[in-house]
């Protein structure tokens, strides 16, 4: 190294790219807001733009949007929406609203009623819906159901299901 070019160009490197800023490895997330005369929902930016505006939303269950947030919409009911607001899934509703995420997934049902789950973190489906029974994950398995009807006692339901069996996070018997 006892060319002073090649050191003033390697100097000139270093500098150059130390004061560049750091490029985000994703978008910031997005923060809700609630309008309290109805309730409606927006979400804004950190810089304070509104990115979603009030109107389209009237309930949300996620106040850091970062890349899925459950949204409900009068007459549509409850869905998971990414970013540019495509439906992802419908979760399963339970105890009076979107089911809650439980080891990182969520439990959704499609237009038939079976239930399936969906990573909390990205929305994907991870496990698409074939139970008509599905609880929620503990100790990295569920237990779910086939062949299932639903059994009412008062206020409370159950599930009664003739096959019943534990899946991983893929959905392999286990």
């Known amino acids: 190294m006892s060319n002073p070019v090649l050191l003033l160009l390697l100097l000139k490197w270093l500098i150059s790219t130390a004061c560049q800023p750091a490029k985000p490895t ?4 997005l923060r ?22 009030f109107g389209r939303y009237d309930g949300s269950v996620t106040a ?16 998971g929406i990414d970013r540019h607001e495509r439906v992802l899934f419908r979760p399963y509703l339970f105890d009076n609203g979107p089911d809650y995420p439980a ?17 909390a973190a990205t929305g994907r ?36 299901c003739a096959q019943w069996q534990y899946i991983d996070r893929r959905g392999a018997a286990r």
């Not at 994703?26 to 997330?29: D, K, R, S, Y």
């Not at 819906?129 to 159901?145: K, S």
């Open 125 to 160: 489906v991870v496990v698409p819906p074939p139970y008509e029974a599905a609880f929620p994950f503990a100790h990295g398995r569920a237990r779910v159901g086939r062949r299932c009807r639903l059994r009412r006692a008062g206020e409370h339901t159950a599930w009664e």
């Open 64 to 79: 850091r949007f970062a890349a899925v947030a459950i949204v409900r919409r009068a007459g549509r009911g409850w869905v």
């Open 32 to 53: 809700l807001v609630r309008r309290p005369a109805d309730g409606a929902c927006a979400y804004v930016s950190a810089a304070g733009d509104t990115i979603i505006p």
């Open 26 to 29: 994703a978008e910031a997330p």
């Open 103 to 119: 080891e990182g997934l969520l439990r959704i049902v499609n237009g038939a009623g079976l239930l399936g789950y969906a990573d």
